[in-house]
């Protein structure tokens, strides 16, 4: 199994900045795609960005295109997520997923962290 834990979400102010954390457990890290989940109250779990085997290739939610930037450090089992100019929507539970192919779709990762919740104020 792999097991993700998200962390660094906190309180921030609209035009701030944020990073968040994933770490993943397991030796197959380096062979997994990696993206990050967003869930507002009431709303459907939604692509953010996504990250390919080597760091390579990334894709992001045209929302957040510019702002965002996801990366990895394979050696420390480690995705991040660089929040820039931060929005009120983007408020929400930030999730982490492991996938075995690259995709979009939520249904097309194998593993899930716990989330850590992002609220950006004004």
């Known amino acids: 199994q792999v097991q993700l834990v998200e962390s660094g979400g906190g309180l921030v102010q609209a035009g701030g900045s944020l990073r968040l954390s994933c770490a993943a457990s397991?030796?197959?890290?380096?062979?997994?795609?990696m993206g990050w989940f967003r869930q507002a109250p009431g709303k459907e779990r939604e692509f953010v960005a996504a990250i390919g085997y080597s760091g390579s290739i990334t894709k992001y939610v045209d929302s957040v295109k510019g702002r965002f930037i996801i990366s990895r450090e394979n050696a420390k089992n480690t995705v991040y997520l660089q929040m820039n100019s931060l929005k009120l929507e983007d408020t929400a539970v930030y999730y982490c997923?492991?996938?075995?192919?690259?995709?979009?779709?939520?249904?097309?990762?194998?593993?899930w962290g716990q989330g850590t919740q992002v609220t950006v104020s004004s």
């Open positions: 997923a492991a996938s075995r192919v690259a995709t979009m779709l939520p249904s097309g990762y194998d593993y």
């Open positions: 397991g030796r197959m890290f380096s062979s997994l795609a």
